[in-house]
């Protein structure tokens, strides 16, 4: 079974930046697409950047890209999402995902969150 367990979060001011952790459990992910998404209150959960496990290839929503990276840590099966020049409106409960797949699109198995929160 797989475990995703997201650490990281907490309360930063806006731009500053903050780097969260996902560490994934129970299978091999070579052939995995993972993702971070995030849920902000009253808000629909949104996709916020992933990476394919074998190559390291990522893409981003256009909302995040050029100021969130995501990473992946092979050896310690670890997902990474560092955020710099973090706004307001990136405040939001962040999600680690995985996509056994690796077509991006299908998101099997989740953890259970990490909180951020961006003051003005």
């Known amino acids: 079974q797989v475990q995703l367990v997201e650490s990281g979060g907490g309360l930063v001011q806006a731009g500053g930046s903050l780097r969260l952790s996902c560490v994934a459990s129970?299978?091999?992910?070579?052939?995995?697409?993972m993702g971070w998404f995030r849920q902000a209150p009253g808000k629909e959960r949104e996709f916020v950047a992933a990476v394919n496990w074998s190559d390291g290839y990522a893409w981003y929503a256009d909302s995040v890209k050029d100021r969130f990276t995501i990473s992946r840590d092979n050896a310690a099966n670890t997902l990474y999402l560092r955020m710099n020049r973090l706004k307001p409106e990136d405040t939001a409960v962040y999600y680690c995902?995985?996509?056994?797949?690796?077509?991006?699109?299908?998101?099997?198995?989740w953890g259970q969150g990490t909180q951020v929160s961006v003051s003005s």
């Open positions: 129970g299978r091999s992910f070579t052939r995995y697409t």
């Open positions: 995902a995985a996509n056994p797949a690796g077509n991006g699109l299908d998101y099997a198995y």
